[in-house]
Structure formats: structure tokens, C-alpha cells
């Protein structure tokens, strides 16, 4: 177990190296699927969880755990930071450093639902995790950025999940997308964006159900986690 996290890790580590070296790739989604398509291939590994015993499947439940935690703080850290230099006006603020936080995002999605299928995420904290990637699916999540000219120009956190989602090479995929593509479709009564009060009962519903048609067997979480805030 520890080397399939190992392997893991290492290929992780390569994913901030991979997307410092091409700045240019969030102009380019078929540059980022080519990328997509190795990330998708490596992460399957994770499926040889199953067969794991029980100790070593809860020793990788909190190896886990507390990774994506720490790694979520560093892109809520980002986040923030992006958030500050356009108030700042920093005009070297660019489309691409918005753009590398939205696919390192998107890429922690992935392997956050790769140890969910494998029965390695308590079902708590995965719905608390989704109703965050569901305010970026909902268009709650832009960042702003400025063009050559210096002109101020904002990225939807909605059209990018959108674009990263159903229209770039994570369509290989179909697992993952078909989640998410469910999450995206969840509406209000009006046919909008489900409201705050309705959100979280509606999001949790839909992970337990998805879970019971996909036999999906989850963690038991040992402590009550709070919902991801940046």
C-alpha cells in the first residue's frame, strides 16, 4: 500500500513541475488533454486498493486524507493570493497563473474521487468536499485577471469546470465525468443553481445514491469534518 501511495505521490509532484514548464497549455485544452490522458492512466492504480486487507486500506484512508487536506490548503492559499494581486491591481497577473489554479483543482478532483470509488473516503467528508466543487461548478468560484493592455477580465469558475470537464480530454474518463456531469445538472426548482438552504441536502442525496446504484462501500469516518472554506 505505501508504494501504490509512493507512486502516487511522485506523480503528483510532477503535476506542479509538468504545469510551471507550460504556461501556455490554458490557451490550449488539447495541450492539457494530452496531459489528462497520462494523469487518467496513472491514477488507475488506485483500484488495486480493493483487494488490499483491511489495516492497510485505513492506514491509506488517513494517508490520504490528511494529503488532500494539505492539499487543498495550498490551492485555498493560491486562491486567495490570485484574489489579492488583482485587488491590487498587479498588472503581471496573468490568464495563465488563474488558469493553474483551476486545473490543479480539478486534477485533486480526480484523485479525491479515484479514493472515493475505492471505498477509501467516509461519505461525509466526501459530500462536505463536493459542496465546495459544486460553488465552482455554480459560478461562485471566478478569479479576475488583466490582459496585455491592462484591461481587467474574469474567468468563470463555471465555464472553466465546464471546458476542463465535458470538453478536454477528462471525457476519457467516463467515470469521473459522468459524476461530475451529475453534480452539474443538480437544479433548483426554477431551473437555476441549486440555493444555499437547498444545496447541501441535494448535493448528499445525490453522492448517496450514486454510491448505492455503483455499490460503492465507503469509509467510516472517526471524526466530523468540517466543510471545506477558502
Given at each position: 500500500m505505501t508504494g501504490i501511495h509512493n507512486d502516487w505521490q511522485e506523480i503528483w509532484t510532477g503535476i506542479g513541475g509538468w504545469l510551471a514548464a507550460n504556461h501556455g497549455l490554458v490557451g490550449d485544452l488539447s495541450q492539457f488533454g494530452q496531459f489528462v490522458l497520462v494523469t487518467v492512466s496513472a491514477v488507475g492504480i488506485f483500484w488495486q486498493i480493493r483487494s488490499q486487507n483491511s489495516n492497510s486500506a485505513r492506514e491509506e484512508y488517513f494517508r490520504g486524507l490528511f494529503s488532500f487536506n494539505d492539499r487543498f490548503q495550498r490551492l485555498a492559499d493560491m486562491h486567495r493570493e490570485l484574489r489579492d494581486r488583482f485587488d491590487q491591481k498587479d498588472m503581471t497577473l496573468s490568464r495563465e497563473a488563474v488558469m493553474r489554479y483551476y486545473t490543479q483543482y480539478w486534477l485533486l478532483n480526480l484523485e479525491e474521487w479515484e479514493y472515493f470509488c475505492a471505498g477509501l473516503l467516509a461519505t461525509d467528508t466526501y459530500v462536505a468536499w463536493m459542496n465546495f466543487a459544486y460553488a465552482h461548478i455554480a459560478g461562485?468560484?471566478?478569479?479576475?485577471?488583466?490582459?496585455?493592455?491592462?484591461?481587467?477580465?474574469?474567468?468563470?469558475?463555471?465555464?472553466?469546470?465546464?471546458?476542463?470537464?465535458?470538453?478536454?480530454?477528462?471525457?476519457?474518463?467516463?467515470?469521473?465525468?459522468?459524476?461530475?456531469?451529475?453534480?452539474?445538472?443538480?437544479?433548483?426548482?426554477?431551473?437555476?443553481?441549486?440555493?444555499?438552504?437547498?444545496?447541501?441536502?441535494?448535493?448528499?442525496?445525490?453522492?448517496?445514491?450514486?454510491?448505492?446504484?455503483?455499490?460503492?462501500r465507503p469509509a467510516h469516518s472517526t471524526r466530523k469534518y468540517r466543510p471545506r472554506a477558502a
Open positions: 461562485e468560484r471566478n478569479l479576475s485577471w488583466f490582459d496585455a493592455n491592462g484591461a481587467a477580465q474574469v474567468l468563470s469558475s463555471r465555464e472553466i469546470a465546464e471546458d476542463l470537464l465535458f470538453h478536454s480530454s477528462f471525457r476519457a474518463y467516463t467515470g469521473f465525468v459522468n459524476f461530475f456531469r451529475g453534480l452539474h445538472d443538480l437544479k433548483s426548482h426554477d431551473g437555476g443553481v441549486l440555493p444555499q438552504g437547498d444545496r447541501g441536502k441535494r448535493i448528499a442525496g445525490y453522492v448517496r445514491g450514486y454510491m448505492r446504484r455503483e455499490n460503492i
